[in-house]
């Protein structure tokens, strides 16, 4: 009887068997990176020209983004984050988020900045009065082919226009009018750099110690970049003793007050 090769490897077939099935994985896998690295070049990110909004008491920055996929993948959690700072100072920040763009499709959002004025400007009143350029962190972050995570950091600046630039007042001017009467006046003067108009209220009230002698207001209506200059004027009874005249002024986007008067 014919007995066969005691010497015949049995594991010589399994091992054939891994060995191919490795290298099919492999090829499997390099051409799974090369699609993705393919997809990867095929996506492209433009970003619009920012543009300045005010709904009530929010000024809104909004930044156009289109995104367009023309890889073999769908992308997902697309987030874009901005960090707004000046001076090393985080002021505020903002993330959108589009959970799915799918391949061979585009899309087009706006990555919108919301800040309320009247709290950022009474914790921030520098930027009542003084230009600045604001420096911004943007972050864009994605998941493409379900797998691998792609990130994206840069920075971009944005100018800050002051609502109050250049504020100035002059000495109260008293000219008396008749023996119980004086007439005081006031130049105030300024330019809205802000990109959103001024629609409120100049108050200008006298005070006699604690107790308030005379008061004045009038309509302010400042559009965005126009300059604003004006004399108010209230009456003062003669016997009246001065101590102080405060200006205030009240918009949709903030309050601010201070003495432009004080009798030492």
Do not use: C
């Not at 290298?23 to 020209?49: N, W």
């Not at 993330?95 to 061979?104: A, G, L």
């Amino acid at each position: 009887m014919q007995q066969g090769n005691s010497n015949e490897d049995p594991f010589k077939l399994p091992k054939r068997s891994l060995s191919v099935a490795f290298a099919a994985g492999s090829i499997l896998f390099f051409l799974f990176i090369a699609f993705v690295g393919f997809s990867a070049t095929q996506l492209r990110f433009s970003v619009g020209e920012a543009f300045y909004t005010v709904k009530g008491e929010n000024f809104v920055l909004s930044i156009p983004i289109n995104v367009s996929n023309n890889g073999l993948f769908d992308l997902q959690n697309l987030q874009i984050n901005t960090t707004v700072s000046e001076g090393g100072i985080e002021l505020f920040n903002s993330t959108t988020i589009i959970p799915k763009i799918t391949h061979q499709s585009e899309t087009t959002f706006t990555h919108n900045l919301t800040v309320n004025l009247p709290s950022f400007l009474a914790d921030h009143q520098a930027f009542l009065f003084n230009d600045s350029q604001l420096q911004a962190a943007e972050s864009v972050h994605l998941v493409l082919a379900a797998l691998i995570p792609v990130g994206l950091d840069f920075n971009s600046t944005y100018d800050w226009g002051a609502p109050l630039n250049g504020f100035s007042t002059s000495n109260l001017q008293f000219q008396p009018v008749n023996s119980t009467t004086i007439l005081a006046g006031l130049d105030i003067a300024f330019n809205n750099h802000a990109n959103f108009p001024l629609e409120g209220n100049l108050t200008v009230t006298a005070f006699g110690g604690t107790t308030q002698v005379a008061t004045q207001s009038l309509q302010l209506s400042v559009k965005s970049k126009d300059s604003f200059k004006s004399t108010i004027q209230f009456w003062l009874p003669t016997t009246a003793l001065v101590s102080r005249v405060a200006l205030m002024i009240q918009t949709d986007s903030f309050s601010w007050e201070e003495n432009v008067y004080a009798h030492v």
